[in-house]
């Protein structure tokens, strides 16, 4: 069971990046899924999630109007599109399948959430 990010990188303020997470060893589709990063020296926080079915969805406040996830059940992966981004947005991204409670439904908690991917980096600097 394992989940994969990829998209991560450098990139200059203002730009945007494409973040995919596919998994392996389960039916991934069955499960709401999210995006939590964590930046140096700054807890792990949530950044966005998704049901099973793709509606409804959650956004991070400070996310709101520039990043939209979304996920492609038939290819068992999710996405999280990253517009205008600001360095403050800098940080290890991760996504996580939710396991606990209503595993189908969106949720912001991150102990609802297991497995996780191993992250991966996005840098917003000029």
């Known amino acids: 069971v394992q989940l994969v990010e990829s998209g991560g990188g450098w990139v200059q303020p203002g730009g945007s990046l494409r973040l995919s997470c596919g998994g392996s060893g389960r039916t991934w589709s069955y499960y709401a899924m999210a995006w939590f990063r964590q930046a140096p020296g700054k807890e792990r926080e949530i950044v966005a999630g998704?049901?099973?079915?793709?509606?409804?969805?959650y956004y991070a406040d400070f996310v709101k109007g520039r990043f939209t996830m979304s996920r492609d059940n038939a290819k068992n992966t999710v996405y999280l599109q990253m517009n205008s981004l600001k360095p403050e947005d800098t940080a290890v991204y991760y996504c996580?399948?939710?396991?606990?409670?209503?595993?189908?439904?969106?949720?912001?908690?991150?102990?609802?959430?297991?497995?996780w991917g191993q992250g991966t980096q996005v840098t917003v600097s000029s």
């Open positions: 998704i049901s099973r079915t793709g509606s409804p969805t």
């Open positions: 996580a399948a939710r396991s606990k409670g209503h595993f189908w439904e969106v949720s912001s908690d991150a102990t609802d959430f297991d497995p």
